[in-house]
Nanobody, 125 residues
Framework: QVQLVESGGALVQPGGSLRLSCIYS????????TAWYRQAPGKERKLVARISTGGDINYEDSVKGRFTISRDSTTNRVYLQMNDLRPEDTAVYYC???????????????????WGQGTQVTVSS
């Protein structure tokens, strides 16, 4: 039943920076990790960065050294700081949460992914 809402997407010139934000809320038993994915037109949705509740972080190779994922558990927010943006970074960016909880009216907990609605990032001159 977790809800996620992304914001911060914009049109930016190559070499510019953006900071994406995601607010997560709702009832769940356990939050395993939060992540950012992106999907370009005609392409599959791919992982950009993930941070576990324990603080472990992994990045997609093409964003290493440029993007930074962080989470503030006191405000239930996850961020993606994106620097030195390139045209190939253009995509819809989605916030993701890997949780264990109850879905709808089901009476049994399960582990599942929850997704935000996405925010558009366009890198172009």
């Amino acid at each position: 039943q977790v809800q996620l809402v992304e914001s911060g997407g914009a049109l930016v010139q190559p070499g510019g920076s953006l900071r994406l934000s995601c607010i997560y809320s709702g009832a769940f038993l356990r939050l395993h990790s939060t992540a950012w994915y992106r999907q370009a037109p005609g392409k599959e949705r791919k992982l950009v960065a993930r941070i576990s509740t324990g603080g472990d972080i992994n990045y997609e190779d093409s964003v290493k050294g440029r993007f930074t994922i962080s989470r503030d558990s006191t405000t239930n927010r996850v961020y993606l700081q994106m620097n030195d943006l390139r045209p190939e970074d253009t995509a819809v960016y989605y916030c993701n949460a890997d949780i264990t909880g109850y879905r709808g009216t089901y009476h049994y907990p399960a582990r599942y992914d929850s997704w935000g609605q996405g925010t558009q990032v366009t890198v172009s001159s």
